[in-house]
């Protein structure tokens, strides 16, 4: 999550190229919209992080419920906002939909 957050925060060719297709179709502005991705990606990492140093239920939860809601988030934008979704960066989102629903599972049976 922090190699994908950094090239955004920082503001890298790639990333703000990316950003201006939502523009087009969602009607915001890309350079927030870049950044808010970014930071979230940011907390995400530092959560995932901490619980994984640590092991707070509740934090877990509220964490891989996080991480699912925003890579069901993120394959919406690949396919209904994209001009021609990324496939690593489905297979990537799809990946990380599996693993917080089982973690999701794990901690909901314990």
Do not use: C, W
């Not at 523009?23 to 940011?42: Q, W």
Request: charged share 15%; hydrophobic share 55%.
């Amino acid at each position: 999550m922090i190699l994908f957050a950094i090239p955004k925060l920082i503001g890298l060719k790639r990333s703000t190229e990316g950003f201006i297709q939502f523009e087009h179709v969602l009607g915001i502005n890309p350079d927030l919209f870049r950044i808010f991705t970014g930071m979230s990606e940011l907390i995400i990492a530092s959560l995932l992080i901490i619980i994984s140093i640590k092991q707070f239920k509740k934090l877990s939860i509220i964490t891989y419920f996080i991480v699912l809601s925003t890579m069901i988030t993120a394959l919406s934008l690949e396919f209904f906002v994209r001009f021609q979704p990324k496939i690593i960066l489905v297979i990537i989102a799809i990946l990380l939909i599996i693993f917080s629903s089982y973690s999701l599972k794990q901690l909901k049976n314990n």
